[in-house]
C-alpha cells in the first residue's frame, strides 16, 4: 500500500509521540507538529518539524539534541524504516515550559498552523495564545507571496522608531 508523503509524516508523528512518552516519562509535558506538516504540504524531501515541552532539561540546544538523539533518534529510525517506511530527518526543537511562555520567533508561525498532539498543563497552548495576543496588540500580519511567508511585526513602523514585541 502507497501512502502520502503527507500520511508518512503524520503516522511518523504519533510513533515519534509514543516514543517520546516511553522514554522521557513524566519528564514530557508536550508535543507539537509544525512546518510543513502541520501545514498538510509535505513531500518526500520533507523533515518532520515538531516541538517538545519538557521539564526538567539540559541546558542548552547541543545537550538537548544529544539526549534526544541517545533516547529516541536511532530508535524511531530502527522502528519507522525496520518497519519498511521511507526514511524520515526529524528536526526536533526542545524547550521547557518556561522558555516557551518566554517567547521566540519560532512561536509566530505555530500561531497560524501547528498539531499539538500533546500539551499536559496546557503549556503549548499557553505560550501560543500569548503570541498571538502580542501580535495582535502589534497589529502583525503575516504576508504571503510567491509561495514564500514571511511576518510584517509592526506595519506602521517609522525609521528610527524604538519597537520591542
Not at 497552548?125 to 495582535?136: E, I, N, P, Q, S
Amino acid at each position: 500500500m502507497i501512502i502520502s508523503a503527507q500520511c508518512a509524516r503524520e503516522e511518523a508523528a504519533r510513533v515519534l509521540l509514543e516514543m517520546l512518552a516511553e522514554k522521557y516519562g513524566r519528564r514530557l509535558l508536550g508535543m507539537a507538529v509544525f512546518g510543513s506538516t502541520a501545514r498538510g504540504v509535505a513531500t518526500e524531501a520533507s523533515d518532520l518539524d515538531f516541538l517538545i515541552c519538557a521539564t526538567p532539561l539540559p541546558q542548552g540546544r547541543y545537550q538537548r539534541v544529544t539526549e534526544f538523539d541517545e533516547l529516541i533518534e536511532w530508535a524511531f529510525r530502527d522502528q519507522w524504516e525496520g518497519a519498511g517506511n521511507a526514511p524520515i530527518d526529524l528536526s526536533p526543537v526542545i524547550r521547557t515550559p518556561e522558555e516557551l511562555l518566554a517567547g521566540s520567533p519560532l512561536l509566530f508561525d505555530l500561531t497560524v498552523r501547528v498539531w499539538i498532539l500533546r500539551d499536559d498543563g496546557g503549556a503549548i497552548a499557553r505560550a501560543l495564545d500569548r503570541m498571538r495576543t502580542r501580535l495582535d496588540r502589534a497589529g502583525a500580519r503575516r504576508l504571503t507571496r510567491g509561495g514564500l511567508s514571511w511576518w510584517d511585526l509592526k506595519p506602521d513602523f517609522r525609521p528610527g522608531e524604538s519597537y520591542s514585541l
